[in-house]
């Protein structure tokens, strides 16, 4: 059996996303770092396993797999996970979420983004705080809409759960008032006492990189 490796950042939103999703998995894995601070991302060793120079890359099953969204997919179908709900309808909104976090606010909160930003006059700080709180306007609206258990849809985990808690995570860092998002923080902070959560936080994966 192929050993599973994830080619990670510590702080990485996408590669937090596929710790979570691991962790909720039980599936063991070997951690190798690639400092994004340090540019090791667009070095040729880094770029042989992922051409867009980003992380993650995860090797699972004899393959390599990059993309945050597309490997929680491949694990979610391979492992039956059950983080999309079997109606079609529900699972359209539990992506809506998922999307709204993976597609619209982390792009343009990614490291190479916001130090173009930087580049121009923004400030890092500025930058993080115009667009985190933007685009979690939406996602709390999205939210309510699916208020009827713990978590962004429900009672069990869902892919949604898994973009959310990096992202609440980097509205943390950079000092963005939760008090304005209640439910996000509220569904975060019930994420963040189950275990799998507990095991894919960023400072423990500092301390194992």
Not at 39 to 44: H, I, T
Not at 108 to 114: D, E, I, K, S, T
Not at 122 to 144: A, D, K, Q
Request: contains cysteine.
């Amino acid at each position: 059996m192929t050993e599973t490796v994830l080619y990670d950042y510590w702080r990485s939103s996408a590669s937090y996303r596929i710790r979570i999703a691991l962790a909720l998995l039980g599936i063991s894995y070997r951690t190798v770092s690639v400092d994004l601070t340090a540019g090791e991302q667009r070095d040729a060793l880094n770029l042989t396993r992922n051409p867009q120079g980003l992380v993650p890359t995860l090797d699972i099953d004899g393959l390599r797999l990059t993309q945050s969204l597309a490997i929680l997919d491949y694990l979610n179908e391979t492992r039956q996970a059950g983080w999309l709900p079997g109606d079609p309808a529900q699972r359209a909104e539990v992506r809506a979420i998922a999307h709204a976090i993976a597609i619209d606010i982390h792009p343009v909160c990614n490291l190479r983004v916001a130090k173009y930003a930087v580049s121009l006059g923004s400030t890092m700080e500025g930058w993080m705080r115009h667009f985190i709180p933007l685009g979690l306007e939406g996602v709390e609206g999205l939210l309510e809409r699916n208020a009827g258990g713990p978590y962004s849809h429900g009672d069990s985990v869902t892919l949604a759960d898994i973009c959310l808690v990096p992202q609440i995570y980097n509205a943390r860092r950079w000092g963005v008032d939760l008090a304005t998002f209640p439910r996000a923080a509220a569904v975060a902070e019930a994420l963040e006492a189950l275990p799998a959560f507990q095991a894919a936080h960023p400072d423990r994966a500092k301390q194992a990189g």
